[in-house]
């Protein structure tokens, strides 16, 4: 400062706004990145390699930015600077998600099958990531340094002073943030992706404004790029990606957790209904058929009317009581309701975690309320949390909870939740789980499979399904499963050939003997490396015998 | 349909025993006693014939290609292994050796001495194959066009990021 220079405004007077700014940046910082990886999950899912290549560039985005700031703050206005930074971090955000599909289908091929899939989850989504998010987060980056400079410039505040304050003040807005956009922004029906970033668009405007206005000089440039952001709200679009070749969309949801589509294939005649989740790849959470029953090869889910044919061909009788953990649209409890043995009580309680996935279940998938309250859906429910909570034991638990679209959820796979699982079943019940895979050799089957066995132990039942990227698991409490080739293995009818068929010879199923020590517990838990393990090595397994 | 009745036929014209349980076992979806009889079999066309109708219901395509490969070392033009192992190339989704497969079954189409309309059917699964296989080997190359794009994006932005931070850390503002 020279002689010339006005005298220094009252800092206390004129300064607290700046603080507010710093809190809005922060703000704005937490709430593009928690919801980058909302944009990317259609495209790439939304695993923890994409959560991590978000945050490394984040990260880097704000170390770049804080270097320009740093640079621009040199400059006789550092307000005016500010301003400019901030208006264009407005327009980057607010159309951000229009940009989303023209990025992203650069970097996908149309039909990308899973099992090719792990080279582009990493390049892919960093790529995108890149493209998209590192210019807002250099922007947003740039405001702290500037923030200082204008409060040290403008009174008695030292920089180390000014600089803890605006850091302060930028990750309380970062807290808050954070809250807002996971628990009030993303799953509220008026805002959803799009317009949060919209919104995050037009307060970053705002700050411009407020840094304009405090400007001595003032560029007309700034202002007009702050108008660019106020069409955002009604005009950004989340690019998705079309829903497959003879898809049709029927409906869509965004709910707290992911992206939730209903799309309909009618190439095979029937009409089959598939729930889609974030899906980027040929696979799907839930499926629906017009009658109830078996849903034939390839899907999974049929095998979780296995248990009650075996348990009432060994006589048992009397109720049958499943519990379904990661309940999705309903397809479990529409199987069992048309493939178990006539003369079945079936009572059915779902876990389900989204509750947009239920409501898109009750519309689209006939998941329908029982009066007789044999049927209970309990929706916004943790399985685990549920397994806890809920009374009753059970003749059957199935596990079909996957989050991601290929991740196991960590605390779903331990021994100490299998523990818990099998406190749940009457003596003799059964647990079947649905785990995806490549071969029974792929790490994640037999990590799954020899966790489970360790948990109960007892020798877990691996069934490959045909014509399915899918292995399913089947132990018992106190008892032992059936046995190729004995007596307890055979169902009679059509339903035994439909679900039996070809797993008695070799390549058709294992049995896992409990370890010593299981892979998965709560406190060392590889699953996550274990699946992007499973997906770099998919293309070679799938080539080797089962 | 018609080539499964035509081998059948001929399997049961001119041998018995093992390989009539092994084709009575496959009409029964009883896998695992058309195996058993199979392998005692001893032509091992037959048995590898036999055995691949077998893995194709169990889906349990690597297995399949095995045994189509050996039955393909004694009878090297034969069209139902060729067929077979093209399809379980093809559910493995591996173009490349689809196609491989694929020509071979074109050429020994052509060598054959079948007449229509077995020969127009032949002819048009050969065509269906070959578009499999191709538009199969078209999204390889372009995943890996995407992979290659990806690859080179990401690390050019973040070597010119890190350069940018080295560089500007080390001048200092006038």
Redesign the interface.
């Known amino acids: 400062m020279t002689l010339s220079d006005p005298a220094p405004a009252d800092v206390r007077g004129r300064g607290r706004w700046l603080f507010v700014v710093a809190a809005l940046a922060g703000a704005c910082t937490m709430g593009v990145e928690i919801a980058a990886v909302r944009v990317l999950a259609p495209w790439f899912g939304a695993s923890l390699i994409v959560w991590t290549n978000v945050l490394e560039v984040i990260l880097?985005g704000l170390?770049?930015g804080y270097?320009?700031g740093?640079?621009l703050?040199?400059a006789r206005e550092p307000l005016v600077r500010l301003a400019a930074i901030l208006a264009l971090g407005a327009v980057f955000t607010a159309w951000l998600p229009s940009l989303a599909r023209p990025v992203c289908e650069?970097?996908?091929?149309?039909?990308?099958?899973l099992?090719?899939a792990a080279?582009?989850l990493l390049?892919?989504s960093?790529?995108?990531a890149?493209?998209l998010f590192?210019a807002p987060a250099v922007v947003l980056g740039a405001a702290g340094p500037l923030l200082v400079e204008e409060l040290s410039r403008r009174g008695s505040l030292s920089a180390g002073t000014a600089g803890g304050r605006v850091l302060a003040a930028s990750t309380i807005g970062s807290v808050v943030g954070a809250f807002a956009t996971s628990h009030a922004a993303l799953p509220h029906p008026a805002l959803g992706l799009a317009r949060t970033f919209a919104l995050v668009g037009i307060l970053l405007a705002a700050c411009a404004a407020a840094a304009w206005l405090g400007a001595r000089r003032r560029s007309a440039g700034v202002g007009g790029l702050a108008l660019l952001v106020l069409p955002a709200p009604f005009a950004t679009r989340l690019g998705l990606p079309e829903p497959g070749p003879g898809l049709r969309e029927l409906a869509s949801a965004e709910s707290r957790y992911q992206l939730v589509r209903v799309v309909e294939d009618t190439r095979h005649g029937e009409p089959l209904r598939y729930l889609q989740v974030n899906e980027g790849f040929d696979s799907y959470q839930s499926v629906w058929r017009e009658r109830p029953g078996l849903l034939g090869?390839g899907f999974y889910y049929d095998d979780f009317a296995l248990p009650a044919w075996w348990w009432r061909w060994s006589g048992e009788r009397g109720p049958f009581r499943v519990l379904v953990l990661g309940f999705g649209a309903g397809t479990v409890g529409r199987v069992l309701e048309g493939a178990l043995p006539d003369g079945t009580e079936l009572e059915l309680v779902g876990v389900e975690i989204d509750p947009a996935v239920v409501a898109l279940g009750r519309e689209h998938f006939g998941l329908r309320a029982d009066s007789a309250g044999r049927r209970t859906v309990h929706d916004d429910a943790d399985a685990r949390f549920a397994l806890r909570a809920l009374e009753g034991s059970f003749e059957q638990v199935v596990l079909d909870a996957y989050a991601n679209q290929v991740e196991i959820p960590p605390h779903l796979a331990t021994a100490e939740f299998f523990g818990e699982v099998r406190e749940r079943l009457v003596s003799g019940g059964w647990l079947i789980a649905n785990v995806g895979g490549f071969g029974f050799d792929d790490p994640v089957v037999l990590a799954m499979s020899e966790t489970a066995a360790f948990a109960f132990d007892r020798d877990v039942l691996v069934l490959r399904v045909?014509?399915a990227r899918n292995y399913t698991m089947v132990v018992r409490r106190d008892a032992d499963v059936p046995r190729v080739?004995t007596p307890e293995w055979g169902i009679p009818g059509a339903v035994g050939?439909a679900l039996l068929?070809?797993r008695?010879?070799?390549?058709?199923s294992v049995l896992v003997n409990p370890p010593d020590r299981p892979p998965i517990t709560d406190d060392r838990n590889p699953i996550e490396s274990l699946q992007i393990r499973s997906l770099r090595e998919a293309r070679e397994r799938?080539?080797?015998?089962? | 349909m018609l080539l499964e009745v035509v081998l059948s036929a001929y399997l049961l014209a001119v041998e018995g025993g093992a390989e009539q349980r092994a084709l009575e076992a496959l009409e029964a979806?009883d896998?695992?006693g058309a195996?058993a009889a199979a392998r005692e079999v001893s032509d091992p066309f037959t048995r590898a014939t036999l055995e691949c109708r077998?893995?194709h219901?169990?889906?349990?395509f690597?297995?399949l290609l095995?045994s189509a490969e050996t039955g393909l070392e004694h009878r090297p033009q034969d069209l139902v292994l060729l067929w077979r192992a093209a399809s379980a190339e093809l559910?493995?989704?591996?173009g490349v050796r689809a196609s491989l497969f694929v020509e071979r079954l074109a050429e020994a189409l052509s060598a054959s001495s079948l007449v229509e309309p077995e020969r127009s059917a032949w002819e048009t699964n050969v065509s269906s194959f070959t578009e499999q296989a191709d538009a199969l080997r078209a999204?390889?190359r372009?995943?890996e066009?995407?992979?290659t794009?990806?690859?080179v994006?990401?690390l050019a932005?973040?070597a010119g990021?890190l350069l940018?931070?080295v560089i500007?850390?080390r001048r200092t503002?006038?």
């Open positions: 880097l170390a770049l270097l320009l740093g640079r703050s040199a650069l970097f996908v091929p149309a039909e990308l099958a099992h090719d080279p582009l390049w892919g960093l790529a995108s890149l493209v590192l090869e045909r014509s080739g050939e068929l070809g008695d010879i070799e390549g058709g799938i080539r080797r015998a089962p | 979806n896998l695992g195996l077998a893995y219901v169990a889906r349990d690597p297995r095995r559910w493995l989704q591996d999204s390889a372009s995943t066009r995407s992979v794009r990806a690859r994006v990401s932005i973040v990021g940018v931070l500007g850390g503002p006038e």
